[in-house]
């Protein structure tokens, strides 16, 4: 049986020029996807006269484009070049978030969110893909985490900064400079990264030697699909694909409609309001990579995933008995329950990965990613429905316990397949 070197065996190359392109990758995707939240909140919603069913068909209308080209772009980084594919799009969707500044039509802008999803769709599972290729399974857990990072983080540096960002300019300006950093970032990328070890001419010998074994020993490990159906009808796909869409649904609300809950809480400015809702999201980062080390260190994922999203649901539903009228208590339980709910990122996508076939792993994860954007545009269409409809938050709040606390509750049911390889 061959035993997979540790980490520190294998070298820290990788680590130090790798995870940092990873990081700020999916946090400028994250960011051109998720600002919108501030936009509405910051004025776009009255500039263009927008309704409130409206509003919220346009934030969900960026998941509609990116279910529906997540697994074709997977796909593609899988068989040729993740390289090549996160290039195009990171160029892309820099153009197409900068141009929602420019619009001035809500039916422009529903096109214009539509196409950002789609050019964003794979962005998550190929790094999750580039990250197989060059990280061992011992190391996937963290090496996941700093990818996922990125989402957090943005989150929160996002609603601080973006916030007095618009009271400065408008929402108008915000788009356009948060959506042209993208452009730039697309050429840095495709000049830092390299598509597998054996192609990396800034990898020591010695290093990329070691990684290349330890890599290919684990594939010999490993047992092939049939085909592309047989992996996708697997039961870790299927269970994984609910589980990941209910999840998403408490996800995607807060993210999008937190500030906007803030501001009508505090009754202070975006800018205030934005500041506020960072708070979550500092909390999310810390847990997630402290999480994501002890998930590496004890070679489990499920212990380190089922837990935090029970007790995330948990926290917003005392969130919701608290009620606005005790909003600082209220508030307090948010930051509990957004905090749980990114923790569990890091074990959750390796441990996606570890259960599935080697070659068809790629499709796999953007099949489990697909459902989640299914429930990213139901969370974000339901929680910015329901508080436009009831004028209160309490419903998206009972909305969002439930479905964290059932994504919880199918994370045991997951067993182990034929296919899956890592530890549970």
């Not at 539509?114 to 990250?131: K, N, Q, R, T």
């Not at 074990?347 to 994860?365: I, T």
């Not at 989640?372 to 339901?382: K, V």
């Amino acid at each position: 049986m061959t035993t997979t070197p540790a980490p520190a065996e294998l070298g820290r190359q990788r680590w130090l020029r790798l995870l940092p392109v990873a990081f700020v990758t999916y946090s400028l995707a994250y960011l051109d996807r998720s600002n919108f939240s501030i936009g509405v909140a910051g004025g776009l919603k009255e500039d263009l006269a927008l309704s409130g069913a409206m509003s919220s068909l346009i934030g969900a209308s960026f998941f509609l484009g990116y279910c529906l080209f997540q697994i074709p772009g997977t796909l593609y980084a899988e068989r040729r070049s993740v390289r090549n594919l996160i290039f195009w799009c990171t160029l892309a969707w820099g153009v197409l978030a900068a141009a929602q500044g420019l619009l001035h039509s809500g039916i422009a802008l529903l096109v214009v969110r539509f196409l950002l999803g789609s050019v964003e769709a794979a962005v998550l599972p190929a790094m999750v893909v580039f990250l197989a290729r060059w990280f061992t399974k011992g190391e996937r857990g963290s090496a996941n985490a700093i990818l996922i990072l990125g989402n957090p983080v943005t989150v929160m540096w996002l609603n601080a900064v973006s916030g007095y960002l618009v009271e400065l300019t408008s929402w108008r300006e915000m788009f356009i400079i948060e959506g042209l950093p993208a452009v730039l970032w697309a050429f840095v990328f495709r000049a830092l990264v390299s598509d597998h070890p054996s192609e990396a001419k800034w990898l020591g010998g010695a290093e990329k030697r070691a990684v290349i074994d330890a890599l290919d020993g684990e594939r010999q490990q490993t047992t092939a699909a049939g085909t592309f159906a047989e992996a996708i009808r697997s039961r870790p796909v299927v269970l994984l694909s609910i589980q990941y869409l209910l999840w998403s649904i408490g996800v995607y609300g807060l993210v999008f409609w937190l500030p906007s809950i803030v501001a009508a809480g505090t009754g202070e400015g975006i800018g205030m309001s934005g500041l506020l809702s960072a708070i979550p999201f500092g909390v999310a980062a810390l847990l997630m990579v402290l999480n994501s080390r002890a998930s590496d260190r004890a070679g489990s994922r499920p212990r380190f995933v089922w837990p935090w999203l029970l007790f995330g649901g948990v926290a917003f539903y005392l969130s919701y008995v608290a009620g606005p009228q005790n909003f600082w208590l209220a508030f307090g339980l948010l930051i509990l329950a957004g905090g749980a709910m990114y923790a569990p990122y890091g074990p959750y996508f390796a441990y996606v990965s570890e259960s599935l076939p080697k070659n068809f792993a790629g499709a796999g994860v953007g099949c489990v990613n697909t459902a989640g954007s299914f429930g990213g545009f139901i969370g974000t269409y339901l929680v910015g429905w329901l508080n436009d409809a009831t004028g209160a938050t309490a419903a998206s709040f009972v909305l969002m316990a439930s479905t964290m606390v059932l994504s919880a509750l199918l994370i045991p049911l997951v067993r182990r397949g034929s296919y899956e390889t890592g530890s549970a």
